[in-house]
Structures are given as C-alpha cells and as structure tokens.
C-alpha cells in the first residue's frame, strides 16, 4: 500500500464515526483514475488535479458534493467582453494560476448556439425537403452546442490570486471558495462560449470573447511532454504525429508570449492543463475532512458569461424544441411564399 492510498484510508476512518457513515467517500488511490492521452492527462468525473498535477478525489475536497446530471442553473447573465487583446495587469501581489484543459467530463443543462448555425442547418433543412419532397426533421448539433461543467477548488490563502481560466470547449467554471481566500481577478479566455458560477459577486471577472482569443493566439496551448501519446508516436516515426507535435509547439510559443505580454509570468509554469481534467484544485488539499470546502451547487445557481445568440436552460429535449424552432424559422426566410411549395404533388 502506497503512502497516498494509505493517508486517505485513515481519514476516511478517523471522520467516519462523526459522519454517520452517511456519506460515500471514495477509497483507493486517486492516480489509479489518471490516464495520459495525446495531449495530456485524462482524468474521470470524480478526480481533481491541483498545481502540482497530483490527483485527489473531488469529494475530499469537498463536503457535500452530489453531482446532478445536466444541473440547470437558475439563468444565465451576460457581461461585458474585451474589445482588444490586452488583459488588464493583475496586481502584482497576486499569484497567477492557469486552469486549462480541452475537455471535461461532466454536463451541464445549458446549450448555447449562433444564427451562423442556425443559417446553416435551415440551408440543410431546406435543400434535404426540397430533394425529397416532404418535411424532414430538423438536426441538431448536440456535441457542440451542450455546454460542460468543471469544478474550481481555491483553497490558497497565502497571498492573493488571480485566476486565468483557458477554455477549448464550452465550459462553466463552478467556483467553490475556502475561507480566507482572497481572488483578486478572475480572466476567461474562452474559444467557445463559456463562463462562472457561484464567483464571489466582488471579484473582477474579465472574458476575452471566442472570436478575439482567436485572433489573439490567446487559446492555451501546452507545452509537449514525452509522455504524451503525440509525442510517443512521433518518436516512434509516425509522420501525422510528427507533424502535430510540431504544429502544437509552435501553438504553445505563440500562446506563451501572449501571456507572459498580459500576465508576467511564463504560462507554463502556473499551468494546471491537460487533455481532459475534470475539477482543479487551487491551492493545497484540506488536511482533513471536516476543513473541507462546502460545494456550491451548480443547481439554480447564476452563471456569468460572454454575450449569446441563444441560451436554453434545459434538457436535451427542451434544446432540441429550441434549436428547431430556430431552424424552421430561418428556412421559412429562403424559400419565397411558404416551405409547403416545397412539397411534391
């Protein structure tokens, strides 16, 4: 038995008399729910990864933690976005931290999409029933309209800390704060549409739109590692992962002068990246079970973000109704008189 498997098992059996033993705490050894992809660590919906790249079991953590599948917050607010590429300077007292993957594994009931896809699937809609003759039904892009869900743990007290959030994929960051922690700004860099939840209402959050970071070379690249899968295979001589690792690098140079320009400091250093981690630990773990950090429910919370074309709050079901509505709407604009003509007789 390792040290780490051995430091948990003894939490879990010096709190389980005060717990009731109502709660369902995880055993094991976190690392053994860590995998490497291409482009980092893979890590399962209940691990999080601190600055350190160590793996913890979300719920030691946190307490009360309860996972709802596609958690519906009560609505979504849209805040300013930046106009230029320059972030404001974080004070210089503040301890930057780079939180950045390109998946995670949980979602949320939230689906945002833009009249661009709107247009292009009433194009579809319309071209499919005019080759058929009758009404098709409409599609939906659930993949790239469904919205994910990561957890942020920032128990660091030591000094204060800003916070730069590096989103590939559409992403809510669900805030949890310890006592005595002090956020001094939170910068989103978003390549699709992403945003927070449960943020203290007094830290300054400032969000680059998707468009911007783009055009900024701001999106987050990390720097390769040998033990990625991309890596292994261009050692081993595949030419596409040749390739890809060398394109991926020079992503990460242009990514990392854009931040030291903006932050200060080297991006590689304060990063807490992978391919697909599921929470961030911002700070050290609690050192036992009862300092744990209280979870703030994503469930009728508030979520702050960039400016949407379309927002459902929802199911599956309920964006898919949305979505088609839209849909049928902007067909109905390309075809003169009404999409009943379109129909064979």
Not at 53 to 60: D, E, S
Request: charged share 20%.
């Amino acid at each position: 038995m390792n040290t780490q498997t051995l430091k948990y098992g003894l939490i879990i059996l010096l709190v389980s008399a005060s717990l009731g033993c109502s709660e369902d705490l995880p055993k094991g050894d976190p690392s053994s729910s860590v995998t490497t992809g291409r482009f980092g660590l893979r890590t399962d919906s209940g691990i999080a990864v601190g600055f350190d790249m160590k793996p913890h079991f979300l719920k030691m953590l946190v307490s009360g933690y309860a996972p709802i599948d596609e958690a519906k917050p009560k609505s979504v607010e849209s805040v300013d976005e930046m106009q230029n590429c320059i972030f404001p300077r974080p004070d210089s007292l503040s301890k930057i931290y780079l939180l950045s993957s390109h998946n995670h594994r949980t979602h949320a009931g939230v689906y945002t999409f833009g009249q661009n896809s709107v247009q292009e699937q009433a194009q579809k809609y319309v071209n499919e029933w005019r080759s058929n003759g009758y009404e098709p039904r409409p599609p939906t892009e659930t993949d790239n309209h469904r919205m994910e869900v990561t957890n942020v743990i920032v128990t660091d007290t030591a000094q204060p800390v800003h916070i730069v959030l590096g989103s590939h994929s559409k992403v809510i960051y669900n805030f949890h704060v310890a006592p005595g922690v002090k956020i001094s700004g939170v910068s989103l860099i978003s390549a699709s549409n992403s945003g927070v939840a449960n943020l203290p209402k007094d830290v300054p959050l400032t969000v680059m739109p998707p468009v911007m970071a783009l055009s900024c070379n701001a999106i987050p690249r990390h720097k390769p590692q040998p033990h990625w899968q991309l890596a292994k295979l261009a050692k081993d001589g595949e030419d596409f992962a040749k390739k890809g690792l060398e394109r991926h690098l020079e992503s990460y140079r242009r990514f990392s002068r854009y931040f030291q320009t903006n932050f200060g400091v080297e991006s590689e250093t304060r990063m807490i990246g992978g391919e697909t981690i599921s929470h961030f630990l911002v700070g050290p773990a609690p050192s036992n079970l009862a300092s744990r950090v209280p979870y703030n429910n994503l469930q009728g919370a508030v979520v702050r973000m960039g400016r949407t074309e379309f927002t459902v709050i929802g199911g599956h079901s309920e964006y898919r109704k949305r979505f088609g509505e839209e849909v049928r709407r902007a067909a109905e604009q390309l075809v003169p008189g009404s999409l009943a003509s379109l129909n064979r007789k």
